[in-house]
């Protein structure tokens, strides 16, 4: 019976064990569990700001994995595949409380990390550095802005400025008043949550994951294309201020559905819309590869008749 069994599975035990056939199977295999249950997570804090961000950084870091091909620096250290192995077991751990909002932007990092670490060793947070920074803007919260750097409120006072000018432009009877939008019949204040800090702050994570994603030869666009998507949030935000005070005084349904209802999130898929349309066709023309096709040489007849020497005559 034990020569049985030996004969029988050893074969098999070989091939689940063999490191250079299997490794990379396992790891895409814990790799797309691991991305499988934060989506899900995702999907029950009913947050699509939050969701759409988290399915483009997992698209951009799979883009990243998958140009590698085969090159994989796979290395296995004892040190290093412990604190891989606990930062899965944390990840897993902690998705089973799915009710607690804060953590779970910090799980792709951690699971990332951890199998980093368990594939290459001490020098994975180099060998997939930018990976690993694509996943740590999960991390930064959308409410920065509102708190350490207090970007809130004289933004507010901007936007109000902005949206006032757009509809005296337009012919519609405003003043501004600080914050407030002053109409014949009523007022809307911009308030320090609708100053746009959070498009800001989306659209600049947006901005590094295509620079990271899809990169420019030369580095002047790296410099260019982060202020360009501040710009496109604060233009688009004041476009959504000046819509909803039209609306609010004559159609106040109007009015909370593109405050509070779908139609604040429309203006973010039209951010994303605009930026992507300018982002690749400036990288279309700038940095995509082209094919060279090489120059036909076609010769005339009268050319090539003009090449030969004359006949002589005898």
């Known amino acids: 019976m034990t020569r049985f069994l030996q004969t029988s599975f050893t074969p098999l035990l070989r091939l689940a064990t063999d490191e250079n056939r ?8 814990l790799g797309a569990g691991l991305v499988a249950i934060h989506l899900t997570l995702c999907l029950r804090q009913n947050d699509p700001d939050f969701l759409g961000l988290s399915l483009i950084v997992w698209f951009a870091v799979i883009t990243l994995l998958r140009r590698r091909g085969d090159n994989f620096a796979w290395a296995s250290e004892p040190l290093a595949s412990g604190a891989g192995s606990l930062l899965v077991a944390v990840f897993l751990l902690r998705s089973f409380n799915s009710a607690l909002n804060p953590g779970l932007t910090i799980l792709p990092l951690l699971g990332g990390l951890g199998l980093a670490l368990l594939a290459g060793g001490s020098r994975a947070p180099k060998t997939y550095g930018k990976e690993l920074v694509i996943l740590s803007l999960l991390v930064i919260p ?11 409120q004289p933004l507010s006072l901007l936007t109000a400025k902005l949206s006032g000018f757009l509809l005296w432009y337009f012919g519609a009877e405003v003043t501004v008043v600080g914050n407030a939008l002053n109409f014949p019949a009523g007022a809307v204040v911009v308030s320090e949550a609708c ?7 989306y659209l600049l994570k947006v901005a590094v994951i295509f620079l990271l994603l899809f990169p420019f030869p030369q ?8 202020p360009f998507a501040l710009a496109l949030a604060l ?10 005070a039209l609306l609010s005084p004559a159609n106040p349904d109007s009015f909370l559905y593109w405050h509070e209802g779908e139609g ?3 203006f973010s898929l039209i951010n994303m819309l605009i930026f992507g349309t300018v982002y690749f066709a400036l990288w279309g023309q ?7 096709k090489p120059k036909r040489k076609l010769a005339s007849t009268r050319k090539l008749a003009s090449l030969r020497p004359p006949s002589s005559r005898n």
Request: aromatic content about 14%; overall charge positive; hydrophobic content about 50%.
């Open 22 to 29: 299997w490794r990379p199977f396992w790891f895409g295999c």
């Open 264 to 266: 604040s999130t429309l």
């Open 219 to 226: 580095k002047f666009y790296a410099w260019v294309i982060p």
């Open 195 to 201: 100053s746009g800090v959070s498009n800001l702050t």
């Open 142 to 152: 959308k409410e920065l802005g509102h708190g350490i750097f207090n970007l809130s």
């Open 286 to 292: 700038v940095a995509a590869p082209r094919e060279v």
């Open 235 to 244: 233009v688009m935000n004041v476009l959504r201020i000046a819509l909803l």
